[in-house]
């Protein structure tokens, strides 16, 4: 939208272009995977708005958009081209962008591996990090879960996104960073990279293997600056 800052939908292109081209060589790391999310009827893309009242008020809900497009939503508010921190809060880029490659591109590609759908491996490491199979969620989640995500709204393919993103994203050391730990346990509690290689063993073994072009560094918006 008009009132989304440029300087902002530029970030979440960058931060886009790096997680696709980790090695920003100018060529994107897994041809397949930019082919699932650019030849699918619908595409991929990414709406941005100033917040979340702009797009609630815009009419995008009720038109045909959303059966036309393949999308995932980012706000302005939200985005920090200057990165995440304690004072100015956590850069949603890395998240919102990361839905968009892993429910619009990986789970599409590798639907028995990385897809969204109960069975996956990756869901199936979901399973353990919740304490269970759930399909809907728990009064409340076994002492023993590290990932407890408890938006009603979230169906099972949401919280198998949720988890990618948690899990990936504290791999490559985003939620890593002073406060950051304390503010996320509630839904997840293993922030660096060394807590998912101990207490997440499916998850690090599934997200480090080569065969699926992972991103191992974490994007900062900066794509072929220097």
Request: hydrophobic share 35%; proline share 4%; net charge negative.
């Amino acid at each position: 939208s008009s009132n989304t800052p440029d300087d902002k939908v530029l970030h979440a292109a960058h931060v886009l272009a790096q997680y696709l081209d980790n090695d920003e060589d100018g060529v994107v790391d897994d041809a397949a995977l930019l082919a699932e999310m650019t030849e699918r009827p619908g595409g991929a893309s990414l709406i941005m708005f100033a917040d979340e009242a702009e797009i609630e008020n815009s009419g995008v809900f009720d038109s045909e958009s959303l059966d036309s497009f393949r999308m995932q939503d980012l706000y302005g508010e939200e985005t920090h081209p200057e990165g995440s921190s304690a004072n100015g809060g956590f850069d949603a880029t890395l998240e919102e962008v990361w839905h968009l490659i892993s429910s619009k591109g990986h789970s599409g590609l590798h639907p028995d591996v990385l897809g969204e759908e109960q069975g996956s491996a990756l869901a199936e490491a979901m399973d353990l990090a919740r304490g269970g199979h759930f399909v809907n969620i728990p009064q409340s989640y076994p002492d023993t879960a590290w990932y407890h995500y408890d938006d009603p709204t979230c169906e099972y393919q949401c919280q198998v996104t949720e988890y990618f993103y948690w899990a990936l994203t504290s791999l490559l050391g985003a939620q890593d960073y002073p406060g950051r730990c304390d503010e996320i346990a509630v839904e997840w509690e293993l922030c660096s990279r060394e807590q998912v290689q101990s207490g997440d063993v499916a998850a690090f073994e599934l997200l480090t293997d080569a065969t699926y072009s992972l991103p191992t560094v974490l994007p900062d918006g900066s794509y072929q600056s220097e």
